[in-house]
């Protein structure tokens, strides 16, 4: 029955988020768009390490981005760098230096896809960032993995990983910028009915892969008597995520593209519950602690905060308050999930081994990809 009750959840959300007028309205801009989280422990600033504790960028509405930092005072001042290629980023023309913790906005930058910052101290390695969404025209839901430190002092590295909405509004325009970020394989976490009413766009030279994570199956009538239901409904869909035969073999899937080398795009339709949970998989794999994995699901509601009230306003309002749990995502849902690993399989390494199918060293191999420090 929960296999059933899964599949029927994921097919509704698609159903609601792939309306016209939920897609088609833009993605807010929160002010926590790209944040480096400041409670794992501080580490001194040796030479060779990264010493920043946190660390963001903020793009705004009239092209100005506002960076942040915080470092021990052990690194020294701090000299910021920019440029439109993460690897490429010119460090001889500085554009704001400041204190081992420091705010400052930039403006006057040219027009770029995506603008990258470089944040270089006196006394340790550098940090290249970016605002964590990338704006496109056919998704709200596209945002970079990286920019969070572990609970080690290391940091998950930006422009490795991105999680998305699904894929088949892109532009040329869009397609072309994600190309221009080096993404080198898109994982499709669909249905096949998803996958055929609405097919990914992917940028040229990608490779495609299909990591279905609901399978097949018979959906049943769901439960939407009331809105507790439907949210129970959500609990018991991210449940069965983590042990289903399905789902365990999708995000194998999907881990063993992050361990290959390039950037890797996975998502689903809305880009919140399959998509999420392997966010979350990847981010606690890396060493993220768990409030910050919880931070970057919870993220899904501000951009889809739009485009969700588009589609409930077409509602009646008794059917929107029963609909609104399957489109939102709430920390008991992302808990279920984790729940989920412990039941099943007592730790989280254990399902990484156990669920996953995961040696010591291809686990290792993940982490190696996302992580700088």
């Known amino acids: 029955m929960r296999l059933r009750t899964r599949h029927t959840a994921a097919l509704l959300v698609a159903a609601l988020v792939a309306a016209p007028a939920a897609a088609s309205v833009a993605a807010?801009?929160?002010p926590h768009a790209a944040a480096g989280h400041p409670s794992a422990p501080q580490h001194g600033a040796a030479m060779g390490r990264i010493p920043f504790t946190a660390a963001t960028v903020t793009a705004h509405d009239d092209g100005s981005?506002?960076?942040?930092?915080?470092?021990?005072?052990g690194a020294g001042d701090v000299r910021l760098y920019t440029g439109t290629d993460r690897d490429r980023i010119d460090t001889r023309h500085v554009v704001a230096r400041g204190g081992s913790s420091g705010t400052v906005t930039v403006t006057d930058l040219s027009d770029a896809d995506r603008r990258w910052f470089r944040l270089v101290p006196d006394r340790g390695a550098g940090l290249t960032i970016a605002d964590r969404l990338v704006r496109l025209d056919g998704t709200v839901n596209l945002r970079d993995l990286g920019g969070y430190r572990t609970t080690d002092g290391d940091w998950v590295a930006m422009g490795e990983a991105y999680r998305s909405d699904a894929l088949d509004r892109l532009s040329e325009a869009d397609l072309d910028a994600l190309e221009g970020l080096d993404v080198r394989t898109v994982v499709d976490l669909r249905t096949g009915s998803e996958r055929a009413t609405a097919p990914d766009r992917v940028p040229d030279g990608a490779r495609y892969e299909v990591a279905d994570v609901l399978g097949g199956g018979t959906a049943t009538i769901p439960d939407l008597s009331s809105p507790a239901a439907a949210a129970q409904m959500m609990v018991d869909g991210e449940r069965s995520m983590v042990s289903s035969d399905t789902g365990r073999?999708?995000?194998a899937t999907l881990f063993d593209a992050v361990a290959d080398d390039g950037a890797v795009l996975f998502h689903c339709t809305?880009?919140?519950?399959?998509?999420?949970?392997?966010a979350a998989a990847l981010l606690t794999t890396a060493g993220v602690p768990r409030d910050v994995v919880e931070d970057d699901y919870l993220l899904s509601n501000d951009y889809r905060a739009e485009a969700n009230a588009a589609a409930l306003a077409s509602m009646p309002a008794e059917q929107a308050a029963i609909y609104r749990p399957l489109l939102d995502v709430r920390p008991e849902y992302l808990a279920a999930g984790f729940d989920e690993v412990h039941d099943e399989y007592r730790s989280f390494d254990r399902y990484l081994r156990q669920g996953l199918g995961l040696s010591a060293r291809e686990a290792r191999d993940v982490r190696d990809e996302l992580l700088v420090g």
């Open 65 to 73: 981005f506002t960076v942040t930092w915080s470092a021990p005072r």
């Open 28 to 30: 807010p801009r929160p």
């Open 270 to 278: 809305a880009g919140k519950d399959r998509t999420g949970w392997a």
């Open 249 to 251: 073999a999708a995000y």
